[in-house]
């Protein structure tokens, strides 16, 4: 019921740009927040940028002014916009959502429980 798929990783120089891009295909669920989390190998999974569905965005210290998170609540698609890429950038980049399943009852809604969900990753690596 719930599929996310990162498209945008590469291979970029120093200083250089990417947008990832996630795309959510979910069934019966009302998104909420999304994100996205890097990880190398050896070190442990990094939140890297949260977004609300109202658009309220917040950032690791070390990508603040460099990338940018948005997302499209219409397409349930989120994208990072990475600029001034370096080294330390490099890692698999996954994209998060938090999700809750509707149900609806006459003309009332109801909302489940919040629950995560991730993709599968994609690779973002900058060489000097």
């Known amino acids: 019921q719930v599929q996310l798929v990162e498209s945008g990783g590469g291979s970029v120089q120093s200083g250089g740009s990417l947008r990832l891009t996630c795309v959510a295909s979910?069934?019966?669920?009302?998104?909420?927040?999304m994100g996205w989390y890097r990880q190398i190998p050896g070190s442990q999974r990094e939140l890297v940028a949260t977004i609300t569905r109202d658009g309220l965005a917040d950032y690791v210290d070390s990508v603040k002014g460099r990338f940018t998170i948005s997302r499209d609540n219409a397409e349930k698609t989120a994208y990072l916009q990475m600029n001034s890429l370096k080294p330390v950038d490099t890692a698999v980049y996954y994209c998060t959502v938090g999700a809750s399943t509707v149900t609806t009852k006459g003309w009332t809604r109801y909302y489940g429980a919040n629950e995560n969900y991730w993709g599968q990753g994609t690779q973002v690596t900058v060489v000097s």
């Open positions: 979910l069934s019966g669920y009302r998104i909420n927040s």
